[in-house]
């Protein structure tokens, strides 16, 4: 362990928590972790490896492929693994706490609800983190922006931790809650499917082509004159043709996002601490619900090179889901400065700081009609910045009357003078948006980010992957006290 993690951890194990944590409260997780962990491993040890869906992976070799099928028109699971190499060990900057009473003291303090003994905490030396950030960009510029032999040397290195639940700490934050669990994966799959069935992505090419992505929510879209309120094109025709058909569009975005916000909440209890600081009330009509979410994104069977998204909020939530039955080969979620890779199963989730630490998906080939759909979640801060500009400037409830306006005067332009009389006018109301925003600059979200309770900046990267819970999991909630049924332990999986 280096020095600068040793005095981390250190600093972790003498941190004061709250009061109302009382010694025995502690202990007792601690304990239920201990007892938890025994089952875990001798399960495991009998089934040859770690869960990984329906079956077991054996943590010693790192997955490549996976077969998926889908018996029923619903969600495709993961059914076997189809390729393999033995898993490197993570770097010397992530250790594993070992510690079930650091472990505990964790939880409690950060605010992350955990499964006991089917999780795995690690401690980061933040230091390192950075290095390795620069090292992965350095290899990303090495190939050409783009997946090549650097690019892989690095996945080469990452330890697998796919179908595992785990937890990367650099501090400790604020306190737990309850983690009741709903039919939420229903709800986020009937709503992607609306909103992709009514065509209400637009394509965007992203990174000088490197890959295509579909994209909803309440953008500004820049480099349209004539847009003025909230979301893409697609949304402002939608309202336009039929305003009932709009609201529809757009109530069923703001479910999706709500859906998944919720889910993401009842893990880490701090996100709505982080909302309420981010989002101000100029803020708040531009995002999708009582979320911190303008922003969300969806591709397909689609590798995306290394990079950072330094124009983001602090939290990114990513979820993959998928269809139909095949093999995919490659695809793996990319983390090089963490040293860490994994194949996305049915469902999983990653909550994390997509602005500093660098991260991508290798590409992927597929065998059959699978297919892997991926989207994210996420505050882009000078969407909502000028879009709450031009709320100030004009009212936020006039925004999408003045748009609706704008697009017929535009047409209307075209129809009757052409294509270049049309760019004019459109030209002409781009100047006034820009000279609107400039006007109202003090309307906007807050950029800086400050963790509430220690005044330092959020540094969790967490991920859950949603799977039927094993009986294990049943026991130790039981002997903890909380006696729930098999459905409210974990996430819907199967």
């Known amino acids: 362990m280096s020095v600068a993690l040793a005095s981390e951890y250190q600093l972790v194990q003498n941190a004061q928590l709250p ?7 502690r202990k007792s997780l601690a304990i239920l972790e201990a007892t938890a962990r025994k ?34 028109p619903d969600i495709a699971r993961a059914i076997r693994r189809v390729d393999s190499v033995p898993n490197p060990p993570l770097p010397s900057h992530v250790v594993a706490i070992q510690s079930t009473a650091v472990d505990a003291d964790l939880s409690l303090a950060m605010g992350v609800s955990l499964t006991p003994g089917r999780h795995t905490s690690y401690l980061v030396d933040a230091r390192a983190l950075q290095q390795s950030n620069s090292a992965a960009v350095a290899a990303r510029k090495a190939d050409g922006d783009k997946w090549g032999p650097a690019c892989d040397e690095m996945f080469r290195g990452c330890r ?56 909803t929510g309440n953008a500004l879209i820049q480099n349209d004159g004539k847009a003025i309120s909230k979301g893409y094109a697609v949304a402002h025709r939608a309202r336009v043709t039929s305003n009932v058909y709009g609201k529809a569009n757009d109530v069923s975005l703001q479910r999706l996002a709500e859906t998944v916000w919720s889910v993401v909440e009842k893990r880490l209890s701090f996100m709505p601490a982080y909302r309420d600081l ?40 990513i979820l993959w889901f998928h269809r139909h039955s095949g093999i995919i080969a490659g695809g ?7 040293g860490i890779s994994f194949q996305p199963l049915d469902f999983t989730i990653v909550v994390f700081a997509a602005n500093t630490i660098v991260h991508g998906t290798r590409p992927l080939q597929t065998t059959g009609k699978i297919i892997r759909w991926g989207s994210s ?18 009212g936020v409830d006039e925004l999408d009357a003045k748009q609706r306006d704008q697009l017929e005067e535009v047409d209307a332009a075209n129809s009757k003078d052409g294509v270049g009389a049309a760019r004019r006018v459109a030209s002409c109301m781009a100047a006034e948006r820009k000279a609107a925003i400039e006007a109202q600059k003090a309307a906007c979200v807050r950029g800086v980010v400050m963790n509430p309770c220690t005044g330092r900046m959020p540094s969790l990267l967490f991920w859950q992957v949603w799977r039927k819970p094993p009986a294990l999991a049943v026991r130790a909630n039981a002997v903890a006290g909380k006696k729930r049924a098999a459905a409210d332990v974990d996430f819907c999986g199967a």
């Open 332 to 338: 793996e979620f990319v983390l090089p400065s963490l």
């Open 377 to 394: 979640h996420f505050l882009r801060f000078k969407d909502v910045n000028a879009l709450a500009q031009l709320g100030a400037a004009y």
């Open 278 to 317: 981010v989002i101000t009330e100029q803020g708040k009509p531009f995002m999708l619900g009582a979320t911190a979410t303008n922003i969300i994104s969806l591709t397909e069977n689609q590798g995306v090179m290394l990079h950072l998204d330094t124009d983001d909020g602090v939290w990114t939530i």
């Open 39 to 72: 089952e875990a491993t001798a399960q495991m040890e009998a089934a040859g490896g770690s869960f990984c869906g329906q079956f077991p992976v054996d943590p010693a070799f790192k997955v490549l492929s996976l077969e998926y099928s889908a018996p029923n």
């Open 160 to 215: 697998c931790v796919t179908g595992q639940e785990v937890v990367f700490y650099t501090a400790v934050k604020e306190p737990a809650g309850e983690v009741p669990i709903g039919k939420e994966t229903d709800i986020i799959c009937a709503e992607y499917d609306n909103l992709v069935s009514k065509g209400q992505f637009a394509t965007v090419d992203r990174f000088g082509g490197d890959h295509t992505v579909n994209m």
């Open 19 to 25: 009061q109302r944590w009382s010694q025995s409260a």
